[in-house]
């Protein structure tokens, strides 16, 4: 599906390492998150991406929507509590209507509790996150595919081996938290913003 090529391998790898978001959506919501590590493994996610700003007030979240097809901002308050490794929201206008997730990995140190992964299982059956970051941005993401393979960069071309796809092989241009994939003959251009935890 998708491929790059690096500078220096090892260095190239470091800089591309992380969680990758798809900058454009359908309008259904779907979108794509790549996950490099610097072992040289990828895997790529397609699936809903909804991208909220969040706040804590006490032991309220509040998240801010804003939804590009519309140009509308819906906001909502939900009360919420961690204890241990739990995260549970409750919904305003049933308490008996609660989300409950699990922390994935660990609480991090000098930032609210709640910042981080949690997952939980989804109404549709898969395991769904929610990514809590310092910056404000809260991300759910809900999978309907996930593949994993290998990926070699260097000197800005992306190579990616990934299961149950051919090989690719794209140009990219990496700028600090934002990575592009330049079109080719067989692909547009694509626009993904590292998510910083």
Known sequence: MLAVSVV????DQRQISGKWAADDRTKGGLGTVIIFTDDGSVTNIFGELVDFKYRVEGETIIQTYDDPSTGTSSQTTLPYSI??????????????????MT??????????????LWTYKHY????????FTRGGLEQLSVPMTV???????QTGELTMEIEGQPPSKRKIVLSGDHLTFLADAAEHEQKFTRIVP
């Not at 220096?8 to 260095?11: I, L, P, Q, T, W």
């Not at 549970?88 to 209507?97: I, M, Q, S």
């Not at 922390?103 to 981080?116: D, E, N, S, W, Y």
């Not at 549709?124 to 990514?131: D, F, K, L, N, S």
């Open 8 to 11: 220096s391998a090892k260095a």
């Open 83 to 100: 204890v241990g490794d739990k995260l549970t929201e409750v919904d305003p206008a049933n308490a008996a209507n609660r989300l409950e």
């Open 103 to 116: 922390r994935v990995g660990t609480a991090k140190p000098g930032v609210t509790p709640i910042v981080g």
């Open 124 to 131: 549709t059956g898969v395991m769904a996150t929610v990514q």
């Open 147 to 153: 593949a994993s393979g290998r990926y070699k960069l």
